[in-house]
């Protein structure tokens, strides 16, 4: 199976700063590659999909992009409620397959 | 607007067997499949399988084969996922979620998770 990974595990960025998350695939998985963000006690949402389109309803200071194996996500001016846990997630090959996840924190 | 709503909580012995639902609504469910993911305590999601919901074809991961069946029931549009002889690192929320725009791709909307607690 296709193993991703994110890095870093934990980034910390103040509100209104940029934030550059990482993921990278094993193997290249194309464009076939999600983004989704995970509030505490909530189901994940999905930001990002075919690594740079951003779903319904998803604010412009998302943004993706990347092909093959390495993938960035985005977020240009943190907002409060941006602070989450982000995964990525590839769905080029079954079985699709999650990172580990990146924490954004508050600095 | 699109739900998927979930049964609640369990709580099960090991080596018993659970079977969670996930009743959709505000589309056509035999348009679009479900998969399954899990969430075990504090760790990351765990893709488990797929279910077209307009042939009833299936993809399990691996990892769950033999354990896991995945069903449908267009009549109700309720998508089942039943995992038997529980251990206690199937101790997990469990989600279902639907297909972005068929098979192979992301998920765009997500039920609100059940949470299934295996113990002695």
């Known amino acids: 199976e296709i193993v991703m990974t994110q890095s870093p595990a934990t980034l910390s960025v103040s509100p209104g700063e940029r934030a550059t998350l990482s993921c990278r695939a094993s193997q290249s998985v194309s464009s076939n590659l999600a983004w989704y963000q995970q509030k505490p006690g909530q189901a994940p949402r999905l930001l990002i999909y075919g690594a740079s389109t951003r779903a319904t309803g998803i604010p412009a200071r998302f943004s993706g992009s990347g092909s093959g194996t390495e993938f960035t996500l985005t977020i240009s001016s943190l907002q409060s409620e941006d602070f989450a846990v982000y995964y990525c997630q590839q769905y080029n090959n079954w079985p699709d397959t999650f990172g580990q996840g990146t924490k954004l924190e508050i600095k | 607007q699109v739900q998927l709503v979930q049964s609640g909580a369990e709580v099960k012995k090991p080596g018993a067997s659970v079977k969670v639902s996930c009743k959709a609504s505000?589309?056509?469910?035999?348009?679009?499949?479900i998969s399954w993911v899990r969430q075990a305590p504090g760790q990351g999601l765990e893709w488990m399988g797929w279910i077209s919901a307009y042939n009833g074809n299936t993809n399990y991961a691996q990892k769950l084969q033999g354990r896991v069946t995945m069903t449908t029931d267009t009549s109700t549009s309720t998508a089942y996922m039943e995992l038997r002889s529980l251990r206690s690192d199937d101790t997990a929320v469990y989600y279902c979620a639907r297909d972005l725009y068929g098979s192979g791709t992301p998920s765009d909307y997500w039920g609100q998770g059940t949470l299934v607690t295996v113990s002695s």
């Open positions: 505000g589309y056509t469910f035999t348009s679009y499949g």
